[in-house]
């Protein structure tokens, strides 16, 4: 008789076979994939340069020259477009990465240690959604200047919160479940528990909440470069795009149009890959 070995896979393994199987997360998967691209050769595939403007032809709709039109000042649409996806996906993605790092770990102790610890972080978090995060981060921007950089972290030092909240909430309901109680017996670290058992189950919510940290985070970058304090001129986003294009949408409705297809294509995107993710990275559904 043939003896047939069965080898058993990890979790990203089991998580990446799930996922392709689920046909709108990988649509959403390659998208923000060409956009990732797309943003790292802008400088090098752009029609345009960001600054170039043509002020005799203004504002004009889309022609073989200008694909998708111009703006006022006679800038290419298309090329600030790409430019701008390369700010906003920055901001998103580095903004959301400094939120999970804090918000994961903060909630991941709080809710598995308990007791003072657990009280006295908590308050932190309840005194930190008390205090105005505009005036935060307007403090920031005196302070230390107008600087990208300061941007990402500035944003994501005030969208950690929730993220705690969530996680904290998930761990505190698995902290007694029979695999934690299993690892402690065997002598495992509270923090070797905390990075190899507890973390790892509540990816599911995690994912689902940065899918909508990511584009939060747009809008707010957004707002910021509305009232001066993000993004500035000749640079520009998508969000920064979209305002400016709300304000001559009578005149010239392409210049909102486009960025604005362009922020919503990436949102269903990311909204697809993470309900996706969250299905395969939850470790407490069974396998096919």
């Known amino acids: 008789m043939t003896t047939v070995e069965q080898q058993g896979t990890s979790l990203w393994q089991d998580a990446w076979i799930k996922l392709s199987k689920n046909y709108l997360a990988l649509f959403g998967l390659v998208i923000i994939g060409l956009l990732c691209v797309l943003s790292v050769l802008t400088p090098w595939i752009a029609p345009y340069g960001y600054e170039e403007q043509n002020l005799l032809l ?9 694909w998708l039109g111009t703006d006022v000042f006679g800038r290419d649409m298309l090329t600030r477009i790409m430019y701008g996806g390369r700010v906003s996906l920055t901001v998103g993605f580095i903004a959301t990465a400094v939120a999970l790092l804090i918000g994961v770990l903060w909630g991941a ?20 959604y008390a205090l105005p995060f505009m005036i935060f981060i307007v403090l920031l921007m005196v302070v230390f200047g107008r600087n990208i950089l300061l941007l990402f972290i500035a944003i994501g030092a005030v969208e950690w919160l929730t993220m705690a909240r969530i996680v904290r909430g998930q761990v505190m309901s698995l902290r007694k479940q029979e695999f934690v109680e299993a690892a402690h017996s065997l002598g495992l670290s509270q923090w070797t528990i905390i990075r190899r058992h507890i973390i790892p189950n509540t990816l599911g919510p995690v994912i689902v909440y940065t899918t909508l940290t990511i584009p939060s985070v747009m809008l707010l970058e957004a707002f910021l470069s509305f009232l001066g304090l993000g993004i500035q001129p000749p640079q520009s986003s998508w969000g920064l795009l979209i305002n400016y294009g709300v304000e001559t949408m009578e005149e010239y409705p392409w210049l909102l149009i486009f960025p604005g297809v362009t922020l919503s294509l990436t949102l269903f995107a990311l909204n697809f890959l993470g309900d996706g993710l969250r299905d395969a990275l939850d470790p407490r559904v069974s396998k096919d």
Request: hydrophobic letters at 45%; proline letters at 3%.
């Open 58 to 66: 203004g504002a004009t709709s889309p022609s073989s020259e200008h």
């Open 109 to 128: 102790v709080a809710g598995y240690v308990g007791g003072r610890l657990d009280a006295m972080m908590m308050r932190i978090v309840d005194i930190m």
